[in-house]
């Protein structure tokens, strides 16, 4: 590996399984020492074992602004500084605007955008202290920029994110931070999450661009091949973009 991240210090959300842990995992490959936080703290703390002392496991409720406060104090207590945020955590539920109920409409929102809002806000707070800047990373959703009627909410929640980031992007740039905010927008990645929209007995592995490249489905390593680009400082000049990893599927919808 190239280090590219060498000497940063990151904190990704929902980093015990998926894209998270495909994340953590080039993270440390490429020199950063990170953070990882989720709610399953079994296999948070597995794979931060695993991966040594260059990552931090620490259980956290993105939707919970105290559990942003603590991780808040332990960027400063272990590392003095944030030089990136992955606000990967999500949740993914269907239902089109009829079938939809308030209560995964309510849920979609807290967990999905609630939880960036309060990422960027901690984020923010940490990184213009340093005065070095930083870049924070908004995993939304292909949902947010094509319409899907099954996931409605879902796309709504992502559709928040995004928005957001450009908002966020502009305010930094104004302050004059040098905090870069971008959103990273998947489709199809095939994680634990998305494998139950699978028809039962069906290989989704069959439905990736390894398979066939008019397939939408690719693998979380293909994210977080994108990640590590804009948390790396490649991407300095990259502020308030949606970058697509879509295998294509969006241009080809419209």
């Not at 003095?80 to 109920?101: F, K, P, W, Y």
């Not at 609630?114 to 990184?127: H, K, V, W």
């Not at 920029?145 to 995004?162: E, I, N, T």
């Amino acid at each position: 590996m190239s280090k590219r991240l060498n000497n940063k210090v990151a904190v990704v959300t929902g980093a015990a399984s998926g894209i998270g842990e495909a994340v953590v995992r080039l993270f440390v490959a490429e020199g950063a020492r990170v953070i990882m936080t989720d709610l399953n703290a079994v296999e948070g703390e597995r794979i931060a074992a695993e991966l040594g002392n260059q990552v931090v496991f620490m259980t956290q409720d993105v939707a919970d602004s105290a559990s942003w406060a603590a991780l808040a104090d332990l960027v400063r207590e272990r590392f003095q500084r944030l030089d990136v945020l992955v606000n990967n955590a999500g949740i993914l539920l269907s239902g089109n605007i009829e079938e939809a109920t308030l209560e995964q409409w309510q849920k979609l929102l807290r967990v999905n955008a609630d939880s960036a809002f309060l990422g960027c806000q901690t984020a923010i707070r940490l990184m213009k202290v340093s005065g070095g800047g930083g870049s924070i990373i908004n995993i939304s959703s292909i949902a947010a920029l094509a319409a899907r009627d099954d996931y409605m909410a879902y796309g709504a929640s992502k559709g928040a994110v995004a928005a957001m980031t450009r908002s966020v992007a502009v305010h930094c740039r104004k302050q004059k931070y040098r905090i870069r905010c971008n959103s990273v927008h998947p489709d199809g990645v095939l994680t634990a999450m998305t494998r139950a929209s699978y028809p039962q007995g069906v290989d989704p592995a069959r439905f990736t661009i390894d398979s066939d490249p008019m397939n939408r489905a690719c693998l979380p390593q293909d994210v977080a091949s994108a990640v590590l680009y804009l948390a790396s400082d490649e991407s300095r000049a990259v502020n308030g973009i949606e970058l697509r990893v879509d295998s294509g599927q969006f241009v080809m919808s419209i």
